[in-house]
């Protein structure tokens, strides 16, 4: 693993802040990242762990006027565990509850589900030059590759990769609105 | 003579052979030491020296000086002294390394050293006294022979506890689908299913 700066903050504001520099990561349960990281497929040089965040909204699951909010350092077991989503949104529940192992669950969070990277072997293999996700313009060594688990709709000629999540899919199929934020804005 | 030279010979040129792997396997690694410095020499906040982190380990406090990239597995091996909790595939897939934090059982191989600071680590040591009675998970995959060569043993005994604690052990299928992040290249699965239905009972801790 690629040495890095390591810093802790304890709000939104300060995680923006820190973010600022072109290659940094946010940390939240660490299973995509560290587990990309040793593999040297993610080399930021600031790690930024928001953990600490968990003790705000970002970490709770809130009834709202026209639904569910969850926060983004919910980690998928308590959502998955969370009697209101078993029985108002069982569909979230599901998506979480057989994903991963028991301990992957505990970690992961909400979060990090959805931007969790591609398995596609080629993006986890350093030994292949070629891969745009990892370095763009670099090419595809999965097209040409063993790729019988790679994506069959939605492909282009420059990477035909699979988004692995099941969760992001739930939030799909219920019309779900993710709140973003970044330097100086809020997004949905 | 020449009999009693090969031998030798065999062993220089297996020596000079690491030795010349060794250097060509260093070149990388020290261009790319050299250009990580220089991209954290940027950084005000340079981490590359060591950085004393406390960590709260089986109930005592333990201060350790580590490389920021150090994981809780590593710290807990090389560092602490407890070489309990194993390295199996180093990737968060077959549980060898299972620890729990706060409670809750978590993988130590994708958990930073640095993030589980101020954390409640518990490891396979931390289950029972040196003279004390062994947690019933422990004593159940020995009723039980839960294991063959043991390598998984501490991961699957933390792993079963977090189970048990989490309320998936109610029935047989369901210790199986919650232990699944648990290997065992032995195949003892059935008697760990038997060892978890035994402890289940006895663990008094919620």
Do not use: W
């Not at chain 2, 000079?16 to 950084?43: E, G, M």
């Not at chain 2, 006294?129 to 947690?135: E, F, R």
């Amino acid at each position: 693993m690629r040495p890095f700066a390591f810093d802790h903050v304890s709000t939104l504001a300060g995680a923006v802040q820190a973010a600022g520099h072109a290659q940094s990561a946010f940390l939240a349960g660490g299973t995509t990242l560290i587990d990309l990281m040793k593999l040297d497929v993610m080399q930021p040089d600031v790690v930024i762990d928001i953990n600490r965040l968990g003790d705000s909204a970002l970490g709770k699951i809130e009834r709202t006027a026209d639904g569910v909010r969850l926060g983004a350092l919910v980690r998928m077991a308590d959502a998955a565990a969370h009697p209101d989503i078993r029985r108002d949104l069982p569909v979230i529940a599901q998506s979480l509850d057989l994903a991963a192992s028991a301990q992957l669950r505990n970690m992961a969070s909400l979060g990090g589900n959805v931007l969790q990277r591609t398995r596609c072997t080629y993006f986890r293999d350093v030994s292949y030059a070629a891969c745009n996700k990892r370095s763009r313009g670099s090419g595809c060594a999965a097209l040409d590759g063993v790729n019988r688990m790679h994506a069959v709709l939605g492909v282009s000629d420059q990477c035909l990769a699979t988004y692995p999540g099941d969760f992001a899919q739930a939030l799909i199929a219920l019309d779900a609105t993710v709140s973003i934020v970044g330097a100086g804005q809020k997004a949905r | 003579m020449p009999n009693a030279s090969s031998p030798a010979a065999g062993n220089a040129s297996r020596r000079n052979f690491l030795i010349a792997t060794a250097s060509t396997a260093a070149l990388p690694a020290v261009a790319r030491a050299a250009s990580a410095k220089a991209v954290l020499a940027q950084d005000p906040r340079n981490v590359s020296a060591p950085i004393g982190l406390a960590l709260r380990v089986n109930g005592g406090e333990r201060l350790v000086a580590l490389d920021i990239r150090t994981t809780l597995l590593d710290a807990l091996r090389e560092h602490l002294g407890l070489t309990g909790s194993k390295k199996g595939c180093d990737h968060g897939q077959c549980g060898a390394c299972t620890v729990l934090v706060d409670g809750r059982r978590v993988l130590s191989c994708l958990t930073l050293a640095a993030s589980a600071e101020g954390r409640d680590i518990t490891t396979i040591e931390g289950l029972a006294k040196p003279d004390g009675p062994l947690h019933p998970m422990q004593q159940a995959f020995i009723d039980h022979d839960a294991f063959q060569c043991g390598y998984c043993t501490p991961g699957q005994i933390m792993s079963a506890i977090g189970c048990v604690r989490e309320g998936h052990a109610s029935s047989d299928a369901a210790i199986r689908e919650y232990m699944s992040g648990n290997l065992c290249r032995c195949a003892a699965y059935p008697n760990i299913v038997a060892a978890i239905n035994q402890a289940k009972g006895l663990m008094k801790e919620t």
